[in-house]
């Protein structure tokens, strides 16, 4: 891995623990994402499969809402995340069974050790999704399965057509688009859907709120440094779409399913 690409995921790392003690307080979407993705679990699991004591593999766990989920599922959970802050709140909460502070595209496990991985929200963070799905496909048992969400390339559009309007400067995170998505799952028996949510918020301080609150603030080469004063949010409000239910949010998230063959 080249140096810069090192520093950019340190940057994600440190944006995430900066976030992690709130993180569940103020993660709708993430929740109501990650809920669908345990529905989509369960509907892929054969019949032997849900009565069996599977491994899972949480990649991205965060503060492990989701590891703790699934080990009173009775899932045997590996928490996985590259957060050292996010790994010390899934510990406080005894959300799995193990924890390990690594990089999903060197996963520190061996090759077809463990039945499903579960991944909400972490994989759009990775600067190569190939490789990081053949890095949860290595680790994943003949007949286990991978799911996960992601999001696609117009996620918060909103915003980053409000930004446009005051500078050319990049403010919000690119994301790879489904076509993209679907040529890197095409190597494997796989389903991939798309659908759009939106939130919305009463004004522009809730929304960006919203964001930093997830750690989602973190942009790759190019951003633009600097506070953001008063006068600046407020063109930033002012260039900001407004509708009858307050400030639109949406989210591109796409949701797949990787069988290990």
């Known amino acids: 891995m080249t140096l810069s690409r090192c520093r950019e995921k340190h940057k994600i790392a440190a944006a995430f623990s900066r976030a992690a003690r709130y993180y569940d307080t103020i993660a709708r979407y ?24 599977l491994r899972v593999l949480d990649a991205g766990c965060g503060t492990g809402y989701f590891s703790q989920k699934l080990t009173q599922q009775g899932y045997q959970v590996t928490a996985l995340d590259l957060s050292v802050g996010m790994l010390d709140e899934a510990k406080a909460k005894s959300a799995a069974d193990c924890y390990l ?4 595209e060197a996963i520190p496990l061996k090759d077809q050790s463990v039945d499903v991985v579960f991944s909400n929200l972490a994989i759009q963070w990775c600067p190569d999704m190939a490789r990081v799905l053949s890095e949860l496909y290595r680790v994943t048992k003949r007949g286990g399965i991978i799911v996960f969400s992601t999001l696609g390339k117009h996620s918060l559009a909103e915003l980053s057509t409000a930004w446009k309007a005051l500078d050319d400067a990049p403010h919000v995170n690119t994301f790879v688009s489904f076509t993209q998505m679907n040529d890197c799952c095409r190597m494997w028996r796989n389903q991939l859907t798309l659908q759009e949510d939106t939130l919305y918020f009463s004004d522009i301080t809730a929304l960006l709120h919203s964001l930093k609150g997830i750690g989602a603030t973190h942009l790759t080469a190019g951003r633009k440094t600097g506070l953001m004063t008063r006068q600046r949010l407020q063109q930033l409000a002012l260039a900001y779409p407004m509708t009858e239910r307050g400030l639109p949010l949406t989210y591109q998230t ?7 063959d």
């Open 101 to 104: 502070c690594a990089d999903m």
């Open 254 to 260: 796409v949701f797949g399913v990787l069988y290990r």
């Open 30 to 53: 993430q929740q109501a994402t990650g809920n669908q993705l345990l529905t989509q679990l369960t509907a892929a699991l054969s019949a032997e499969q849900r009565i069996a004591p």
